[in-house]
Each structure stands twice: as C-alpha cells, then as structure tokens.
C-alpha cells in the first residue's frame, strides 16, 4: 500500500502547471492596461497576449515585455525594467517627463535577448525622459517610431543598431555609455520636431547603403535642428558616413569633422559648420545636388 500511495503523490506533484513567473523564472509579461495605463501596476500584466490569462504583476530585468495591440502604457517610474522590448502593431509606450532628480526611465537590460521590436510607437515625453540599454550590441527593429519630445530627453546606449524600417525621430539626445560606442543606422533618422535631434560627441556614427540621416520642417511650423557634436578637443566623429542628408528647410549644425560619400539633397536651409561658417542654400538650388565640400555662400 505504501508505495502504491507514493507512486500517487508523486505523479500529483508533476501534474501542477509551473508558473514561471511565480518561481522568478523569466518570462514573456503582456501589458493589457486592465485596470490604467501605469506600467507600475502590476495588475495591467498578462501571461498572455490576448490578456485573458493570469495576472503576473511588474517586468523584471529578465523578462520580456510585449505592449499588447492598440493599448498605450505609461512608463511613470524612474525603475521600470525588462531584458527586452516589443511594442505591437497599434501600441504606444510613452515614457513620461520626469523632473530633476527624477527621471522617467525604462532600462532595457537585454539578459535573455539583444532585440527589441517596436511595431507601434515609442514616445520619449521629456524632460527627465530615458530609454536605457544596458547591453553592448542592442538591436532596434520593426517598422515603427521612437519619437523624442524635448530636447533633454534621451536614449542611451553601449553599441546601437538601427534596422528594418525603424525611424528615430523628433527632438532627443542620443547618448553613449562609454566612448567608442557605435550607433549604426540602416534605417531612418529624421530631426522633423521644433527641436535639436543630438548625437553625442562620443559616438561613432555608422550607415549602410540606403540608409537615410533628414531633415523636415514639422507641420505647422518650427526649425529642426540635426547635430553632431564635438564639445572636447580631439573628439571627432569617426566617419565616413555611406548614406545620405537630406535638408529640407532644417539646419545640419555639424560641430564635428565630417566627412560624406553619400548624397547631400537640399531644397533649402542650411549648414552650419562652425560658428562662423554657415553654408547655405536657397530654394533654387539644384534638388539632389552633390557636393565634397559645401562653402559659405
């Protein structure tokens, strides 16, 4: 009788579904908004992207995290956390202002994946607003947005890739953990905000054939700004860069060496290479021209 009972137990003790999440094993978390649009609120995760499984409360620096079709999550604390990110088609993720001493940040630790997809869009609210990778070699994919809404809002980053048909736009700073580290575009980046879009001065700026670096008026008015930094001596941008810039009424403000083998296209704006040297163009230039070295005048 005894081992008949064990042999019972035994099997009953298999039988029990493992919940991941409950042992605080990584896990894919769902946000579904449930109850608000607080990423804090660990009711509005979902063990399934339909949002009728169980709940499993806030991300943890392991897990993935998927903002479910057509829902909009607020990131509104300076500790939200996941390994990776995937933003479906439809859905925001607005990572709200912050104030000084404290920021809005989504660290993304990349522990169990280097690919985060944004499908939807990502907002970077600013000020005090952060998008923080902490792995070398992260990946940006997908074929929707991260836009930046203020000048002080950042993105920071070890090694950055830009894929697929992922546009990085509006008014940011895109900064480095270290230096030497290396943002590669093979996508789209466009300073179309009434705003700076900023490349920090330590970064090495890398492209692909195709890949496009723009400048457009936004509606209703504004001057976009793209820059290059180089705020210490010696520090350059380590170029050339294969693709193309684009100037549409915007201004290029290039504090760096830099060096194209791509296309310069201008309907108006301008370059400014200096403090003092400004080269600029009017409406009636040549759409498409190609120039090595763009004087003042």
Request: aromatic share 6%; with cysteine; hydrophobic share 35%.
């Amino acid at each position: 009788m005894f081992r008949k009972y064990s042999v019972v137990i035994l099997l009953a003790i298999f039988m029990v579904p493992f919940d991941g999440a409950a042992y605080g094993q990584a896990v894919t978390k769902h946000f579904c908004a449930s109850q608000d649009n607080n990423w804090s609120n660990g009711n509005n995760w979902n063990q399934i992207l339909t949002c009728d499984g169980a709940v499993t409360g806030v991300p943890d620096d392991d897990d993935k995290t998927v903002i479910a079709d057509n829902k909009t999550c607020n990131v509104n604390i300076s500790t939200a956390i996941a390994s990776h990110l995937e933003v479906r088609p439809g859905a925001t993720l607005n990572i709200q202002a912050g104030s000084s001493g404290n920021d809005r940040v989504l660290t993304l630790t990349g522990k169990t994946a280097f690919t985060t997809t944004v499908n939807g869009t990502v907002n970077l609210l600013g000020p005090y607003s952060k998008l923080l990778f902490t792995v070398n070699n992260h990946t940006l994919t997908g074929d929707g947005k991260i836009v930046g809404r203020d000048d002080s809002a950042t993105i920071d980053f070890s090694d950055l890739r830009l894929t697929n048909v992922t546009t990085i736009e509006g008014n940011l700073q895109i900064i480095s953990n270290d230096n030497d580290d290396a943002f590669i575009n093979e996508c789209i980046v466009n300073a179309n905000g009434n705003g700076v879009l900023l490349f920090d001065d330590s970064l090495i700026l890398q492209d692909v054939e195709g890949a496009v670096w723009k400048i457009t008026q936004p509606l209703g008015g504004g001057q976009p700004v793209l820059r290059f930094n180089q705020l210490y001596p010696g520090v350059s941008l380590k170029t050339p860069l294969e693709g193309d810039f684009e100037v549409r009424d915007g201004i290029v403000d290039i504090q760096s060496t830099i060096e194209t083998t791509g296309t310069l296209f201008h309907t108006g704006g301008k370059i400014i290479t200096g403090s003092t040297e400004t080269a600029l163009f009017s409406d009636t230039d040549s759409p498409g021209a190609e120039c090595s070295i763009c004087a003042p005048g």
